[in-house]
């Protein structure tokens, strides 16, 4: 069973912080906080070959530390090349559904020719939006980010609006490198404060077969805030 973390979340962080006093510029047209670190920009639809990360048995060790079960519906936001899309495919079977989601027009179309030809009928593919993963409210048994986070150049509106997805007892599960955003990373003090910033409370963090990279999944705890209520999270100096 995924383990539950103590009912006490410090939003202070060690080696993040939120943000003091704010100054102008400071948020974004729709009032939630700028992210205060570099976003990393979309390079590739792939992370690395598949045969690689099946050698490191990656895909079956996130679905297992995320408990993914037949009948569940899952989604995999910036989904690329459908690495995670097609095993979670395989893993759901046909009483569970995958939507696929990513923002390159151009990805989302070579993923929707694979899931055809490779008649993935429980799968679906959209087009996202940079800031709104677009996703139907209490509809996901979890909701996949997989080395894709510290692409997303507003993190807390983003959060926001994939947070009615959930179902109850829904987890967010990320995937991501102990580095800098800077350096397609996000350490995971940091990555815990813009969670917390949103409402979502971290219950598991594993390191993953590969050196330097972890896996976390959170849940959704407590309401909602409103965007004026969120407080930006600052990484500590390096």
Same mark, same amino acid.
């Given at each position: 069973?995924?383990?539950?973390?103590?009912?006490f979340? $410090?939003?202070?962080?060690?080696?993040?912080?939120?943000?003091? &006093?704010?100054?102008?510029?400071?948020?974004?047209?729709?009032?939630?906080p700028?992210?205060?670190?570099? +976003?990393? =920009?979309?390079?590739?639809?792939?992370? &690395?070959?598949?045969?690689?990360?099946?050698?490191?048995?990656?895909?079956?060790? +996130?679905?297992?530390?995320?408990?993914?079960? /037949?009948?569940?519906? +899952?989604?995999?936001?910036?989904a690329?090349?459908?690495? #995670?899309?097609?095993?979670?495919?395989?893993?759901?079977?046909?009483?569970?559904?995958?939507?696929?989601?990513?923002? +390159?027009?151009? !990805?989302?179309?070579?993923?929707?020719?694979?899931?055809?030809?490779?008649?993935?009928?429980?799968? &679906?593919?959209?087009?996202?939006? =940079?800031?709104?993963?677009?996703?139907?409210?209490r509809?996901?048994?979890?909701?996949?980010?997989?080395?894709? !986070?510290?692409?997303?150049g507003? =993190? #807390?509106?983003?959060?926001?609006?994939?947070? /009615?997805?959930?179902?109850?007892?829904?987890?967010?599960?990320?995937?991501?490198?102990?580095?800098?955003?800077?350096?397609?990373?996000? /350490?995971?003090? $940091?990555?815990?404060?813009?969670?917390?910033?949103?409402?979502?409370?971290?219950i598991?963090?594993?390191?993953?077969?590969?050196?330097?990279? #972890?896996?976390?999944? !959170?849940?959704? &705890?407590?309401?909602?805030?409103?965007?004026?209520?969120?407080?930006?999270?600052? =990484?500590?100096?390096?």
């Amino acid at each position: 069973m995924i383990r539950t973390a103590a009912a006490f979340v $410090l939003l202070l962080l060690a080696g993040c912080g939120t943000a003091g &006093s704010e100054s102008e510029g400071t948020r974004t047209a729709n009032g939630f906080p700028r992210a205060h670190r570099p +976003v990393a =920009p979309t390079v590739s639809g792939g992370y &690395s070959t598949e045969a690689t990360r099946d050698r490191l048995r990656e895909a079956q060790e +996130v679905m297992r530390l995320a408990e993914i079960e /037949p009948g569940m519906t +899952v989604a995999d936001i910036g989904a690329g090349e459908g690495y #995670y899309t097609i095993r979670l495919a395989q893993r759901v079977g046909k009483q569970g559904r995958v939507l696929a989601q990513d923002i +390159v027009p151009a !990805y989302r179309d070579r993923l929707a020719e694979r899931v055809a030809r490779e008649r993935l009928d429980n799968v &679906s593919v959209k087009l996202g939006d =940079p800031a709104d993963p677009k996703l139907p409210d209490r509809s996901f048994d979890r909701i996949f980010l997989v080395h894709m !986070y510290h692409e997303i150049g507003e =993190p #807390y509106e983003f959060l926001w609006r994939m947070r /009615p997805a959930l179902r109850p007892h829904g987890i967010v599960v990320v995937v991501d490198a102990d580095r800098p955003t800077g350096d397609r990373g996000t /350490p995971p003090a $940091l990555l815990d404060c813009e969670m917390n910033a949103v409402g979502y409370t971290r219950i598991l963090r594993e390191k993953m077969p590969e050196p330097g990279t #972890y896996l976390a999944t !959170y849940v959704a &705890s407590g309401p909602r805030p409103a965007p004026e209520e969120i407080k930006g999270c600052v =990484p500590a100096a390096s």
